[in-house]
């Protein structure tokens, strides 16, 4: 049946001149017919070098609109519309919007009282002139209206680039003080966090460890900063691949969504890997399947396509960024 499927996918994908991007936290089996699997914007780079015309993101929404933004003569497809990233959607530019109501479409997501009374553009009147370092995960809207972009790989690089000695940094409160740990700046944090790795704990470290003494841990930047100081070592999802593969360990402890550990296995199949908790698990980014890959290439519906003007401004974001390291 699904390799009924996954011909179907690959005949349509050949037809339409389309490439398959996949996050590291998708299913085994979206990861495993993907053209390309990484982060996004590893992701969205690549797909903006690649001759083709319709880019199928199997991921959440803002990294359908960051491959958009770098691609905006392609198609891009995001599968599954309702995938969205909660954090990302805890900050606004100017929407003044309650979380409990904009939370509903979320499958199986615990509802977070956030209120969204405050702003980026209120933030941005409270300290003006303060520039504002926008994680990836933010919606292109946010992305145009902040001075410059960042990565949970790059974020202390580009902390540091900024000129001003106070920075505001959206939307993640535990990569902000992870930056803010290895950096001589203030930084204004705003109160959003990704709700797989914000629940982690000290104690789960410390079950975890006992379970697997030989094992080291490696955390992604947005758990609490209590857990990162317990780690072995801090990396962002592309970081912890490369890490592993090239590591003498043969143990490794997981603090990320346990997606990756489908990557991890098969890139090292000698080595072992143990999610910290095993359920580290982002309901959106399992939301795609392949019968909804083979649904989007189809129909051809489920377009994400960014305001040229916005666009223009997000990208102008990224590109700063990019022109960093
Ligand atoms: S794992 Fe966290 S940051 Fe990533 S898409 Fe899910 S909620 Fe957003």
Not at 71 to 98: F, H, Q, W, Y
Request: hydrophobic share 40%; charged share 25%; glycine share 2%.
């Amino acid at each position: 049946m699904s390799s009924d499927i996954i011909d179907s996918i690959l005949h349509l994908k050949a037809q339409r001149r389309a490439i398959l991007l996949a996050h590291n936290y998708q299913r085994p089996e979206v990861q495993d017919i993907a053209d390309f699997i990484g982060d996004s914007l590893e992701l969205s780079r690549k797909a903006a070098t690649i001759d083709c015309d319709v880019i199928v993101f199997c991921g959440v929404h803002f990294m359908a609109e960051s491959a958009s933004i770098l691609s905006p003569d392609k198609i891009v497809l995001l599968p599954e519309l309702n995938a969205g990233c909660p954090m990302a959607d805890m900050v606004t530019v100017s929407e003044r919007r309650r979380v409990k109501e904009h939370f509903k479409g979320y499958v199986e997501q615990p509802v977070y009282q956030f209120p969204h009374e405050f702003t980026l553009r209120d933030m941005k009147t409270k300290y003006p002139g303060v520039p504002v370092v926008a994680y990836v995960n933010t919606t292109a809207a946010v992305k145009a209206e902040s001075d410059i972009c960042c990565t949970s790989a790059n974020v202390i690089d580009v902390v540091n680039s900024m000129d001003s000695d106070i920075i505001i940094s959206v939307p993640d409160k535990n990569l902000s003080m992870w930056a803010q740990r290895h950096s001589n700046k203030r930084i204004i944090t705003w109160d959003g966090f990704c709700n797989v790795h914000d629940r982690i704990t000290k104690t789960d470290v410390v079950q975890a460890r006992a379970t697997y003494p030989n094992a080291i841990l490696i955390a992604h930047p947005e758990c609490p900063l209590e857990v990162l100081e317990l780690a072995d070592h801090v990396a962002s999802t592309s970081g912890m691949i490369r890490f592993c593969k090239a590591s003498d360990q043969r143990e490794f402890i997981i603090a990320t969504e346990t997606g990756i550990l489908h990557r991890l296995k098969k890139d090292s199949p000698e080595k072992l890997f143990h999610p910290l908790r095993s359920d580290m698990v982002c309901p959106n980014m399992k939301m795609t399947t392949l019968n909804s890959v083979l649904k989007a290439l189809q129909e051809m519906k489920n377009i994400v396509k960014v305001d040229e003007e916005i666009r223009i401004k997000a990208k102008t974001a990224l590109d700063r960024m990019l022109s960093i390291k």
